[in-house]
């Protein structure tokens, strides 16, 4: 009873975290990352600010609510180790869980205290929006794995995988590629609006437009690029790891890319609105959960110890044995 309500807890933390980051990409596209000031861990200067601007409203719930993603965190580790043996990787999975938050917290910081919000527009606010998001995929298949394990998932074996685990790793590593492209994407979409799709895409091809402008002409390229091989990987590991969950996964990992896909073309087509913005990010991290899902089903498979080809015959002897 006690290790389903840890899975139940570990499942409910993983879809708060959800909305915790689609906050802060509402911070980030309503310009309200500055609502503090330079301010951090207290806000303009105060722990509960008087008299708030909306700005400051929507930057300091933001705090609020990542602040509680810490305390239900710690909660986790605390009942993961009274709860689950030594060794057990539930145990594994919360202090994962626990390092990645404590890390989203600094890097969160670091975007206050050097200023790299609101209006910045410098390459160093760039790659810190995509160590971000980096980050936050992390954080979110520590929390997945760490569900999983609760509820009966097997231990992941990374050893001897041979293809599948390849394929696998070539999947995480391009949703990597396009979430970094994507959050600089938004980030350009959020700092250059542009008035028309035509105009937009002038902005794009100006050898004189900011670098930020310049690089999201790649993100849909990388989007269909990361899609195929995605699609690939997934049936390819579904064949090789013949079982319901694995099949059920990775369907769903192709169907909601494919999703992810068509709400790109309207997210592009309507400029970029804040809720489409929110609707695409959202999309992405289902997609990283549910490759996650994938791989731990898949990677937990038994592997046969010999192919049936090199089982001796009665009355031969085994090469092993010469």
């Known amino acids: 009873m006690k290790v389903r309500r840890f899975a139940a807890y570990t499942w409910a933390l993983l879809a708060y975290n959800l909305v915790v980051i689609l906050w802060g990409a509402f911070v ?73 938050t404590i890390t989203e917290a600094l890097v969160g910081a670091g975007l206050v205290l050097f200023e790299l919000v609101a209006d910045n527009d410098s390459m160093a606010r760039a790659w810190s929006m995509a160590i971000h998001l980096i980050n936050t995929f992390l954080l979110l298949g520590a929390v997945t794995l760490t569900a999983w394990w609760a509820s009966g998932g097997a231990q992941l074996r990374l050893r001897n995988q041979g293809a599948v685990g390849r394929v696998l790793l070539g999947g995480f590593l391009g949703m990597l590629l396009l979430g970094v492209s994507g959050a600089i994407t938004a980030l350009g979409d959020t700092l250059f609006p542009a008035g028309s799709l035509a105009e937009g895409l002038r902005q794009d091809f100006s050898p004189t437009a900011h670098i930020l402008i310049q690089l999201r002409i790649w993100h849909p390229v990388i989007a269909v690029a990361v899609g195929f091989y995605l699609f690939f990987a997934a049936r390819f590991v579904a064949q090789q790891r013949h079982t319901v969950l694995t099949r059920r996964f990775a369907w769903g990992v192709m169907a909601l890319f494919g999703i992810q896909l068509i709400a790109g073309v309207v997210n592009l087509a309507l400029l ?51």
């Not at 705090?63 to 594994?92: H, M, T």
């Not at 999309?283 to 110890?305: C, E, G, H, N, R």
Request: aromatic share 8%; with cysteine.
């Open 28 to 100: 980030r596209a309503t310009g309200s990352g500055a609502g503090c000031g330079a301010h951090w861990p207290t806000c303009n200067g105060e722990v509960i600010p008087r008299a708030p601007q909306v700005e400051t409203m929507i930057e300091f719930t933001h705090r609020l609510s990542s602040g509680l993603v810490l305390l239900l965190v710690i909660g986790l580790v605390v009942w993961a180790y009274r709860a689950f043996p030594k060794g057990d990787p539930v145990r594994w999975g919360a202090l994962f869980s626990l390092i990645f």
């Open 272 to 322: 970029a609105p804040v809720w489409m913005q929110l609707v695409h990010l959202l999309l992405a991290d289902l997609v990283w959960i549910t490759l996650v899902l994938l791989s731990a089903a898949a990677l937990a498979q038994p592997l046969p110890q010999t192919s049936p080809l090199e089982v001796a015959r009665p009355g031969t002897v085994s090469s092993s044995a010469d």
